[in-house]
């Protein structure tokens, strides 16, 4: 394994976290509020929300570019107000990542917020709670093993996303250049060895996240 | 007697098109009403619906005051309107411990006078909840869960406590033992008290009045005695 190989892992890694946390923190709102709020339309955010997971990732990218690129009306107003460039950088690859993660995420939260009682919630309130306590202390723990799981989920899906990366990020050495990229880069060039080594890696790295969240979390958790 | 009305009288209407068109009034001098009916005839509804758990057009008053609204007439938020609840499938919280569960209303409760440690480990000791304070919820037998959702319901200080068969899985023997400690604590804390329940027994013991349900309509009411 190549030193670029490492710097590969390590991109890898950090935009698969960053990815994540957007995920988590834009999904978990609206996943509760579909679940817990049912309303008109609420069926067109969903299927919205999963389109992702359906689409090839290159088409994925590609809606990415038409949105996000310098020429696109959203890519112009970021570079504009913000000087905010994402493609052929590395918060190109994490939007990516995210977009193509969120389904996952977002159907796994969605189902673990509707599975806890609404019992539970409605006596919490009968006992002072307000809505903002009933979230965190009762829709959350009775929830968390089922967004534990969305957010491996999510996270090995934005680790190992290859098309819609290589469409909005590119593929350049030390910038975007992520692990599923150089396994590519080492296939094509015949490096098996390199091949094999990032493969163990992204797989080590996948199983060890399943693993996490496959762990009991306590005698009482759900 | 004019004391007693100023601080029980209380007044549930509620209506659900199509199903329930009630009006009950609990009597003046009297804090324990029964519910009685046959499965199936809205019992839990009527609770859920003075609890404010279920959407309704339903006017509850309590002490001459309205605990649906408040006092610009908006609608209450269930944790400002003073109603306990203990359910019959117990609903106690899966995640917290039996003292946690116990403890929760003392915490979150908005109660100008919330319960003192003291009274919180007199509570604890006359429901006999002491020794299941450490225990998690799922090691706890159908009786005892329910002497724990009592607690629960009473650490908050309700004004009003509805009881969906509260001791319905409790033992013969501490049922009977159970039900007097529940009616001197509501007594001591001045709680007025809606219990659902099947049992005669019970009934004469614990309640003043009786509201007869059957298919959402009240078919009787009155004494225990001229309804049961």
């Not at chain 1, 509760?32 to 992702?52: E, Q």
């Not at chain 1, 038409?66 to 460039?85: K, S």
């Not at chain 2, 429901?127 to 225990?135: A, D, K, N, S, Y």
Request: glycine share 8%; aromatic share 8%; net charge positive.
């Amino acid at each position: 394994m190549t030193a670029e190989d490492l710097t590969a892992i390590s991109l890898s890694l950090a935009i698969a976290l960053s990815a994540t946390i957007l995920v988590v923190s834009v999904g978990t709102p609206i996943a509760w509020y579909i679940a817990k709020k049912p309303f008109r339309g609420a069926g067109l955010v969903v299927a919205i929300s999963t389109l992702p997971l359906v689409l090839p990732p290159t088409v994925t990218g590609y809606l990415l570019l038409e949105i996000f690129g310098r020429r696109a009306l959203v890519g112009q107003f970021l570079e504009q107000q913000f000087g905010l460039v994402l493609v052929f950088h590395w918060s190109g690859a994490v939007l990516a990542a995210a977009v193509t993660s969120f389904p996952l995420y977002f159907v796994s939260a969605r189902s673990a917020f509707a599975s806890v009682d609404f019992g539970y919630e409605q006596a919490a309130r009968l006992m002072g709670c307000s809505e903002w306590t009933v979230f965190w202390r009762m829709t959350l723990p009775l929830s968390i093993r089922g967004l534990l799981a969305g957010i491996v989920l999510g996270f090995v899906r934005a680790l190992g996303d290859f098309g819609a990366t290589l469409m909005v990020a590119g593929n350049i050495p030390g910038r975007t250049r992520t692990a599923a990229l150089a396994l590519y880069d080492a296939t094509i060039l015949g490096e098996a060895a390199r091949a094999r080594s990032l493969v163990a890696v992204l797989g080590a790295v996948a199983v060890a996240a399943i693993w996490f969240a496959g762990r009991p979390i306590s005698k009482g958790g759900r | 007697m004019a004391q007693q009305v100023h601080v029980f009288q209380s007044k549930v209407c509620y209506s659900i098109p199509g199903r329930f068109k009630l009006d009950l009034e609990l009597k003046s001098n009297q804090r324990v009403t029964a519910l009685i009916g046959p499965s199936g005839a809205g019992k839990t509804t009527v609770l859920k619906l003075i609890a404010g758990w279920l959407e309704s057009n339903s006017t509850v008053a309590l002490n001459g005051s309205r605990l649906d609204l408040n006092q610009s007439g908006k609608v209450k938020p269930l944790r400002d309107r003073g109603v306990g609840m203990v359910f019959q499938d117990d609903l106690l919280f899966p995640h917290l411990d039996v003292l946690a569960n116990a403890q929760f209303a003392i915490k979150y409760a908005r109660h100008e006078r919330p319960m003192e440690p003291s009274v919180f480990d007199s509570l604890c000791h006359n429901f006999g909840v002491v020794h299941l304070l450490e225990r998690k919820i799922f090691n706890l037998s159908g009786g005892e869960r329910q002497r724990v959702g009592l607690v629960r319901a009473l650490a908050a200080r309700p004004k009003l406590l509805l009881c969906d068969e509260p001791v319905s899985a409790v033992d013969r023997a501490g049922r009977t033992e159970l039900l007097a400690n529940l009616q001197s604590w509501t007594e001591r804390e001045q709680i007025v008290v809606i219990m659902v329940t099947h049992d005669h027994d019970e009934i004469r013991r614990m309640a003043g009045h009786v509201w007869h349900l059957d298919a959402g309509q009240l078919i009787a009411e009155g004494s225990p005695d001229s309804v049961v």
